[in-house]
């Protein structure tokens, strides 16, 4: 079967479980699973009865596609998400963004749990993602599956919608949140940084630095979705201070910070703009 047979195949699946269309999709971040709670009448199918889906193998991740209610818009909700490091191919890791948008979705909320380059970030700041820098070996448009999705070569001008960053600056200070903005730099991972290359991606330019979303916001924008990112900065990237890092810390810090973004992202989908 090619690519989008299965993605057709998986389309079918989630449709027979759940008729409700919906247009837009959250994809939750390593520990920001708690966003689920703010849906009403939600329901949920595993990622292993949905046929080709991958499975989440980290954790932190749940691994099961929610639909549910953010006041009166239905919503999708990838409540896990899949990395190049799990050992999956780039073009795979955003097959569940391809079936979504097969099923209507035109809009992406994209959260991950990220390392602070930016000296001024906190442990625990949102970071609203402005741009950023693919520092992967490949690319999720690789290969000529892609081309059944949208153009070969799209343009990534403004592959973070400019409208729904300013909503979401807009409604993060009515919440009292201090909302950061930069530029997040997407790494393959699973190692984290050296302190030289702490160094490096913050000379790059990068304000926080992660291994996932890249690849997703650049399928999304080959597809034409519009696109809302946010890091919860989980850990301060210091090229001259030796913490070590643990993937439960980032998992700790996500889950606690994960609340601002979960009222943050309800308040923005709840504000019709487009
Ligand atoms: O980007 P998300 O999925 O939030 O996960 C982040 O947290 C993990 C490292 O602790 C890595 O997977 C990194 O990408
Ligand atoms: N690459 C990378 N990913 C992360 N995800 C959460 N924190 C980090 C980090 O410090 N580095």
Redesign the pocket.
Known sequence: MTYLEKANAAAAYIQSQISQQADTLVIL????GGFVEVLEEAVSIPYVQIPYFPVST?A??SGELVLGKVGDKWIWVMNG?F?Y?EGYELGETVFPLRVLSLLGVKNLVV????GGLNPDFKVGDLMLITDHIDKFPSNSLRGKDATDFGVRFPDMSEPYDLAWRNLAKEKAKSLDINLQEGTYTGVT??SLETKAEIRYYRNLGGDAV????VPEVIAANQMGMRVLGISVI?NECNPTDNKLFA?ED??EV?TRSGKAMQELVKLVLETKIF
């Open positions: 971040g390593s520990g920001l980290v932190g991740h998400r990395h490091y959260s991950n749990a990220a991972g699973p992660g291994m996932s979303t989980t993937h980032v998992v996500a």
